[in-house]
């Protein structure tokens, strides 16, 4: 099971983060919805710019009769992360009598069609969480608002963290978490097979391989000694940084050549070949199975690629404790695994929205507020405030404390953080997946595959 592209966790079967966040891996018909979604977001560009263009950012701050101001929250994840969130908006209400916070929430596979129509008919929520895939797309058509502008505290925010919201339109997104590309380990499958766990401070890919390989020697039949990479961005964003090249550029072209990807899937063959990871049938299943039934989940793979914020959801499917790991590097050094922290999501504002005061209010309780912080807890990532993450300590789950160590240890080692991807990035996934199955089914070679990937990615963003 490959890092979900969101990056967040949920629970099982829920249709969160992206779908939530979902944790669950895309099924085809999910895919084929994100793809309309990113085409919808682009076919409606040039409504959404001509809108924005009248009228200016904010709007007159109009109130009601009473002074009261009603707000709209949307937002994507499942049941679990709309409880939180409403409690979230229950603490903002009550220090705040004359602002109303009405929620509009969905799973992933809906929402990116709906924010599209709604931010071309100038209908957009005030407050909206954003994704990193797509805060370039809206925010250069004008349709996010500068929160820089505003009165929101962001000293106490990671750095790195911070500037992910940002761009040439200003500071357009704050992030409402923060999370790690990592390797969960299953320690039981680790167990059986007699092997074990390496030391993540010093492995290399090699050793991946040949840990990898020896686990699946050892075990069943249908165990594998990890789960295969190919499907995600995050897998392939690690493994360019190792080699001095990038999955975008500040200016936003690829950062990377035919060549480059070709190698990130002459290793994928070699771990199938030694059976390190599954077939290519079914890495195909997999992609398709949702949290629980993960082969992580289920112990069927030592390894996998995940986000850090998902290994509470994962660590219940399983039933057991798992294993945070830092991805090889090529030197065997923990600091050349080239990590960063992403924003998991971002809260982010219409440009068009009558009460910009108010909005920004919000979204600076959102990230600044101990209470907030005491309602959403982990649930969209690690929390970006050092101080509400430090207060809210004492009341996460062990498994949350357990990301919220690793987030820390790794703080030393990371690399710069990378660029925000461009207009069309949210196609770009898609085209990853589909030429992983096209080499692993041996229907294209891996130069073929690179050459063909590419041009359809620079199509994407161009």
């Avoid at 249709?15 to 099924?27: F, I, K, L, V």
């Avoid at 897998?235 to 990130?264: C, H």
Wanted: glycine residues 10%.
């Amino acid at each position: 099971m490959p890092v979900h592209p969101k990056g967040e966790a949920v629970a099982p079967g829920a249709g969160a983060t992206a779908s939530a966040p979902t944790a669950q891996a895309p099924t085809a018909q999910r895919r084929k919805r994100r793809v309309r979604a990113s085409a919808l977001v682009a076919a409606t560009a040039a409504a959404v710019l001509a809108l924005t263009a009248c009228g200016g950012g904010g709007g007159s701050d109009a109130k009601s009769a009473d002074g009261k101001v009603e707000l709209r929250f949307a937002w994507w994840g499942g049941d679990k992360r709309a409880q939180v969130t409403q409690a979230a908006i229950a603490a903002f209400e009550a220090e705040n009598p004359n602002i109303k916070i009405k929620p509009e929430y969905g799973d992933w596979s809906g929402y990116w069609d709906k924010l599209a129509t709604q931010v071309a008919a100038n209908d957009a929520p005030d407050i909206i969480q954003m994704d990193e895939k797509y805060i370039t797309e809206y925010s250069t058509r004008g349709a996010l608002l500068d929160l820089s502008k505003y009165q929101i505290d962001t000293s106490k925010l990671d750095e790195a963290a911070l500037e992910a919201g940002k761009g040439e339109k200003g500071l357009t997104g704050i992030a409402a978490g923060i999370n790690a590309a990592t390797i969960l380990a299953n320690p039981a499958v680790f167990q059986a097979a007699g092997v074990a766990i390496p030391d993540d401070k010093t492995w290399t890919w090699e050793d991946f391989e040949r840990v990898a390989a020896e686990v699946t020697a050892k075990s069943p039949k249908g165990t594998y000694g990890a789960a295969a990479y190919g499907t995600d961005e995050a897998s392939l964003g690690v493994w360019l940084r190792q080699n001095g090249k990038s999955l975008y550029t500040e200016d936003g072209k690829l950062g990377f050549e035919p060549s480059d990807i070709a190698e990130w899937w002459g290793f994928l063959k070699e771990l199938s070949e030694k059976k390190a990871v599954p077939s290519a049938s079914e890495v195909v299943e997999a992609e398709a199975a949702p949290l629980d039934q993960s082969g992580l989940a289920t112990g069927k793979n030592g390894l996998a690629f995940w986000w850090s914020n998902q290994l509470p959801a994962l660590e219940k499917a399983a039933g057991g404790e798992l294993q945070i790991l830092r991805f090889p590097s090529k030197t065997g050094k923990a600091e050349d695994a080239k990590l960063w922290y992403k924003a998991s999501q971002f809260w982010s504002a219409s440009s068009r929205t009558k009460h910009p005061e108010e909005t920004a209010k919000f979204i600076d309780f959102l990230t600044n507020n101990v209470k907030a912080g005491e309602a959403l807890l982990a649930d969209r990532g690690v929390y970006p405030n050092s101080e509400v993450r430090e207060a809210i300590a004492p009341k996460l789950a062990k498994a949350d404390v357990k990301v919220v160590s690793f987030i820390d240890g790794i703080k030393g080692e990371l690399g710069d953080a990378p660029a925000a991807p461009p207009k069309g990035a949210g196609a770009i996934q898609e085209i990853i997946k589909r030429y992983t199955s096209e080499v692993l089914f041996n229907r294209l070679s891996t130069e073929e595959a690179g050459k063909k990937a590419v041009d359809e990615m620079k199509s994407a963003i161009s």
